[in-house]
């Protein structure tokens, strides 16, 4: 339905959220026997636990990619900007720092792509700030301002 509604001028903006941070989600289908907020308090790097959180999170990504070739194959991925994220960088220890995310699709050109960047510690709410900004927006500041206004140094060029 998100498709459709982005194909035909319904609504520019779409989210997807697959459950909250707590969720009891079980999905055996993926080869895990622990829900994912169980496995995402893996312990050790190398455990079982790890390794069906491992597989939990390669499902969600699996369809996110999975919507960018939709996306791609209905000529929308050009005009698109996805985000893919968690709330946490670590789930063992609550940590909020680190977080990975992805940016996909076209956004026109106002991001540029294929880059890894890292911003050591900078918080995500700047990232925020410098997606808002490359759509147009004169916003400076996004949630909790605390840890400085502006977009993430080296973001938007």
């Given at each position: 339905?998100?498709?459709?509604?982005?194909?035909?001028?319904?609504?520019?903006?779409?989210?997807?959220?697959?459950?909250?941070?707590?969720?009891?989600t079980?999905?055996?289908?993926?080869?895990?026997?622990?829900?994912?907020?169980?496995?995402?308090?893996?312990?050790?790097?190398?455990?079982?636990?790890?390794?069906?959180?491992?597989?939990?999170?390669?499902?969600?990504?699996?369809?996110?990619?999975?919507t960018i070739?939709?996306?791609?194959?209905?000529?929308?991925?050009?005009?698109?900007?996805?985000?893919?994220?968690?709330?946490?960088?670590?789930?063992?220890?609550?940590?909020?720092?680190?977080?990975?995310?992805?940016?996909?699709?076209?956004?026109?050109?106002?991001i540029?792509?294929?880059?890894?960047?890292?911003?050591?510690?900078?918080?995500?709410?700047?990232?925020?700030?410098?997606?808002?900004?490359?759509?147009?927006?004169?916003?400076?500041?996004?949630?909790?301002?605390?840890?400085?206004?502006g977009?993430?140094?080296?973001?938007?060029?």
């Open positions: 339905v998100a498709m459709l509604a982005l194909s035909c001028g319904l609504t520019n903006v779409v989210s997807l959220q697959w459950s909250h941070p707590v969720s009891p079980s999905m055996p289908w993926t080869g895990a026997a622990q829900r994912h907020h169980d496995a995402s308090h893996f312990g050790s790097p190398d455990s079982l636990t790890a390794e069906e959180f491992v597989q939990l999170q390669r499902w969600y990504t699996q369809r996110f990619a999975d070739t939709r996306l791609r194959d209905r000529g929308l991925l050009d005009s698109t900007l996805l985000m893919l994220f968690s709330e946490l960088g670590d789930g063992n220890n609550h940590d909020h720092r680190n977080m990975p995310l992805i940016l996909a699709g076209g956004d026109d050109g106002r540029p792509k294929g880059r890894l960047l890292t911003f050591d510690g900078e918080a995500h709410t700047k990232l925020l700030v410098g997606i808002a900004q490359a759509l147009g927006s004169e916003i400076d500041t996004f949630g909790y301002s605390g840890h400085g206004t977009p993430l140094d080296g973001l938007l060029t």
